[in-house]
T-cell receptor, first 115, second 113 residues
Framework: GAGVSQTPSNKVTEKGKYVELRCDPI?????LYWYRQSLGQGPEFLIY????????DSGLPNDRFFAVRPEGSVSTLKIQRTERGDSAVYLC?????????????FGQGTRLTVV | DQQVKQNSPSLSVQEGRISILNCDYT??????FLWYKKYPAEGPTFLIS?????DKNEDGRFTVFLNKSAKHLSLHIVPSQPGDSAVYFC????????????FGTGTRLKVLA
């Protein structure tokens, strides 16, 4: 597909479990972002990758959250010991590079529900 | 603290009239601003952007105005169409950084036919 793809689209997990959320960016896009959107809020920045490296992880809420992008394309957001407060829509976005006039393209998101 | 604010959670406009969505920011270092539109169960889609060196950018029915002294931007849609009904997010970023976006809480626009 031509757009950013996120899987799964919905994930229900029990409190305390581990989850992985996957993002397939647009081919050739070097910049990749993860955001989290809670109900009634705008998306909140979590982490930014330029290529394979996490250039900015200042938005990760705590050490239960981790993300990787080992080959500079697909990225996985990993959440350990999930809590009910982690329930949100997790959005992935990519852009050709981080820069002016290169707006980010968002995927449809993964809705995570922790019960 | 909310660095980007959209104080109107919702707005209803008659089809054919102008829609004006407002956004305020507190960080004077922000130098690039964007508007995204979001339909239910979809990701945000880019609409229009503006650099801080400009005060207006126009793209078809959509115009964004930036008032740096007031730290305020607005999105004008004219004429409004029922398909414009969506949630609109304002976002700001620093071009000297990682281009992470700081989003507002969104305004739900409903265009009445």
């Amino acid at each position: 597909g031509a757009g950013v793809s996120q899987t799964p689209s919905n994930k229900v997990t029990e409190k305390g479990k581990y989850v992985e959320l996957r993002c397939d960016p647009i081919s050739g896009h070097t910049a990749l972002y993860w955001y989290r959107q809670s109900l009634g809020q705008g998306p909140e920045f979590l982490i930014y990758f330029q290529g394979t490296g996490a250039a900015d992880d200042s938005g990760l809420p705590n050490d239960r959250f981790f993300a990787v992008r080992p080959e500079g394309s697909v990225s996985t957001l990993k959440i350990q010991r999930t809590e009910r407060g982690d329930s949100a829509v997790y959005l992935c976005a990519s852009s050709p590079q981080a820069g002016v006039n290169t707006e980010a393209f968002f995927g449809q998101g993964t809705r995570l529900t922790v019960v | 603290d909310q660095q980007v604010k959209q104080n109107s959670p919702s707005l209803s406009v008659q089809e054919g009239r102008i829609s004006i969505l407002n956004c305020d920011y507190t960080n004077s270092m922000f130098d690039y601003f964007l508007w995204y539109k979001k339909y239910p169960a979809e990701g945000p889609t880019f609409l229009i952007s503006i650099s801080s060196i400009k005060d207006k950018n126009e793209d078809g029915r959509f115009t964004v105005f930036l008032n740096k002294s007031a730290k305020h931007l607005s999105l004008h849609i004219v004429p409004s169409q029922p398909g414009d009904s969506a949630v609109y997010f304002c976002a700001a970023t620093l071009t000297s950084g990682t281009y992470k976006y700081i989003f507002g809480t969104g305004t739900r626009l409903k265009v009445l036919a």
